[in-house]
């Protein structure tokens, strides 16, 4: 049994919950009071409850993504039906906004909206201790981010076997990108790179070797994505029979030689790199706030597939303001002229 139980529907088994982790480690004297009951979307709701329930928790903390609401809400409403004592406190992007318009809202106790790390834990000891805050919808807390207790002590055997690990050297982003939730951040903060490396060092040593980087500017500070590459690349150098399979996002026109130098020494399979292109008309970047040199991200393509073994996966968005049917054409044409290996569509939400 828990008093606290952490959950959320993932879009596959093999990822891993981060979100989750770092509200595990984040509890500190309340840790061993939870635990982390994570499933998968298309499970039947019943099976969701009784797993949960079985915890005879008395909070539950649920992440909530686009990929999950609606499956989401119907968990949130059984689980209000069948345990109407239990508190049910909400966290993630899909609830961080707009929270008034959607039923999941209404059906919860409590709402985290932004950063989860330090409301969770202060909400949950409040809660333990037989207090109600008046507040339904909270604020979360954005603490410098060498203050936070960093998650990766939380994946266990079963997930550096099975599943990808997903770490993050910085958090945020940069860019004015008005499709999406990142653009609200406005700069992107820096995580300790010592303290990151020693996790690393750490996770390699328990055997992991599936790593995701779920930051969104991998390559904006260099000397950062220089000290990470090398990390990698130190261990494939020792032991090439075991090599990693390492994914970073990059941003397509920053890719200057330091870079190029260590990029073009991994083996094929160890290394993926996500671009997000969106799309190739200055007159749409212009209407969203993308700044991109289309030359220069052309330029950066094409050298990755002519002297690297990166596997490149390319996004394209169709829907945006602006870009009819030949302008999308027009920019898939050139994608495909430079010869990623995937091309991604989405569709703007």
């Not at 998968?40 to 539950?60: D, F, K, M, W, Y």
């Not at 200057?256 to 399979?269: C, N, V």
């Not at 044409?333 to 703007?348: K, T």
Request: glycine share 6%; with cysteine.
């Amino acid at each position: 049994m828990s008093a606290i139980v952490l959950s959320t529907l993932n879009a596959r088994y093999a990822h891993a919950s981060l979100g989750l982790r770092y509200l595990l480690a984040g509890l500190g004297e309340l840790r061993p009071q939870a635990c982390l009951r994570e499933f998968v979307i298309g499970s039947r709701t019943e099976e969701l409850v009784e797993a949960i329930l079985a915890e005879q928790p008395q909070i539950l903390g649920l992440g909530v993504y686009i990929w999950n609401v609606e499956e989401s809400t119907r968990l949130v409403a059984q689980l209000k039906l069948l345990a109407p004592e239990l508190i049910i406190v909400l966290g993630g992007p899909e609830v961080s906004y707009e929270i008034d318009d959607q039923r999941i809202g209404a059906l919860a106790d409590y709402v985290i909206t932004g950063w989860g790390e330090t409301s969770f834990a202060e909400l949950a000891r409040a809660l333990l201790a037989g207090e109600r805050p008046a507040e339904r919808i909270i604020a979360g807390k954005q603490p410098p981010l060498d203050q936070l207790a960093l998650p990766y002590d939380e994946y266990d055997a079963t997930d550096i076997a099975q599943r990808h690990l997903y770490v993050e050297a910085s958090r945020g982003c940069p860019f004015k990108c008005e499709f999406c939730l990142s653009s609200l951040d406005r700069t992107a903060w820096p995580f300790p790179l010592d303290a990151f490396l020693e996790q690393l060092r750490q996770l390699w040593a328990r055997g992991a070797r599936q790593y995701k980087f779920v930051d969104r500017t991998f390559n904006l500070k260099v000397d950062t994505s220089a000290a990470i590459l090398d990390f990698f690349l130190d261990r494939i150098a020792a032991d090439p029979a075991d090599p990693p399979f390492v994914h970073f996002e990059l941003i397509p026109d920053h890719l200057p030689e330091r870079l190029k130098q260590l990029i073009a020494r991994f083996p094929a399979g160890t290394l993926q790199f996500e671009i997000g292109i969106q799309s190739f008309n200055p007159e749409v970047q212009a209407r969203i706030s993308r700044r991109q040199k289309n030359e220069l991200a052309a330029t950066n393509l094409r050298w990755l597939r002519q002297h690297s073994q990166a596997h490149l996966h390319v996004d394209l968005i169709a829907g945006l303001p602006g870009e009819d049917i030949a302008s999308f054409a027009a920019g898939f044409d050139q994608l495909v002229a430079l010869g990623p290996q995937e091309i991604q569509f989405g569709i703007l939400k």
